[in-house]
């Protein structure tokens, strides 16, 4: 098998956003005042971008670290995930996808920006103040989001001027600590498709449960995913991968809401599934 450095890469999501908050000294104050407070008690912070475009925004982003999460693996350094060469393609369009739409509505915030601070003053009455506010072709520094891309660590690449048993032990170092997060990386394939099975389990085993489109969309969704984050090759889990894909073809959730009998049967070999991924999170080795 192909060493790590050559089935996958890191990627690191960059998001600034300005948090369009600020402390309401005086409206801190006249609370204080009227609850017969210390002024120690609190204080009254305001949205100073109480409009929807702002609430799509914030929205978008989360949609965009939510794709970033989905796409990749877990990796021991904050901000950086591991991307498995087989799903860098529909890693980029997704992502592609998402920071476009960060940026239209940025954009679009830019264009109205008069109007959404004569929306902001409606709002926010006195407590209103342009000081507080950037002037709109500043927002393209207030809000960013970009993702990069680098290489495994590889301890081969490793050079420095040191007694060569130094360097050895270094590598080595290197090297456990790339497999043990490759290792992780392969477990969280194995804990997000168990979760879902599970949910999908406790929710068609409630009586009046309510069966959203989500939740069979999801795990429709997570099984198309999964494979391609398989990053250890684990032939076990894309088997029972195709087992999910297979319980779960066909089945809507509209029959799931009317339909008894389908809903026991789907729970029925949700449940089998569960059983066979129960104890089965030793992972193969590298």
Known sequence: MANIQERAMLVRLTVKLWTARRVDDDATRIVVEEKKAEHTAGEFGKNLLPVPE???LRKA???ARATFKNQ???WEEAGRRMLPATNHLQFSQEMRKAVAKVNQIKTDIKKNWPDILKRSKKALGGMFDETEYP???EMDELVKI???IDGVPDPKDFRVNLPQV?????RQEIEERVNEQVMIGQKDVWVRLKD???HLTEKLGEKDGIFRDTLVGNVKEMVKVLPKLNITGDKEFDKICKDVEKMIAGVEPEDLRKDEKKRTETA???KKLMDKMGGYMGLQSI
Do not use: H, Y
């Open 54 to 56: 702002w609430k799509n």
């Open 135 to 137: 002037q709109a072709d």
């Open 196 to 198: 879902a099975v599970s």
């Open 61 to 63: 982003i989360g949609q």
């Open 268 to 270: 029925e070999k949700a």
């Open 166 to 170: 130094d360097v050895e032990k270094i």
């Open 146 to 148: 970009e993702w990069k």
């Open 72 to 74: 990749t693996l877990p």
